[in-house]
Nanobody
Framework: QVQLVESGGGLVQPGGSLRLSCAAS????????MGWYRQVPGKVRELVAH???????NYADSVKGRFTISRDNTKNTLYLQMNSLKPEDTAVYYC?????????WGRGTQVTVSS
């Protein structure tokens, strides 16, 4: 079992920055591939960024060059640094932990980009 708790969301102006965190507990964090997803009402949840257990990363085209995913295995924490935010980045952001053993989601944190 893995418990995931996201934090760091909020209201920010276009062009601003936020850093999301996802604190994991209950299992061996560094054994999991981790990802950030986002969802707006009425739409499918989409992948934002992914980082493997070995540290390889990939990003949705819409956030490349603006967002950076990272993980600190000593703190069991996943991060998403979001820069140059746009109104279309507004969504609930979810953390996911996945490997052959299990698939776990956090409850999400709201990010709103608006002037």
């Amino acid at each position: 079992q893995v418990q995931l708790v996201e934090s760091g969301g909020g209201l920010v102006q276009p062009g601003g920055s936020l850093r999301l965190s996802c604190a994991a507990s209950g299992s061996i964090f560094n054994m999991y591939n981790m990802g950030w997803y986002r969802q707006v009402p009425g739409k499918v949840r989409e992948l934002v960024a992914h980082i493997s257990s070995s540290g390889s990363t990939n990003y949705a085209d819409s956030v490349k060059g603006r967002f950076t995913i990272s993980r600190d295995n000593t703190k069991n924490t996943l991060y998403l640094q979001m820069n140059s935010l746009k109104p279309e980045d507004t969504a609930v952001y979810y953390c996911r932990a996945q490997n052959t053993i299990g698939n776990y989601w956090g409850r999400g944190t709201q990010v709103t980009v608006s002037s």
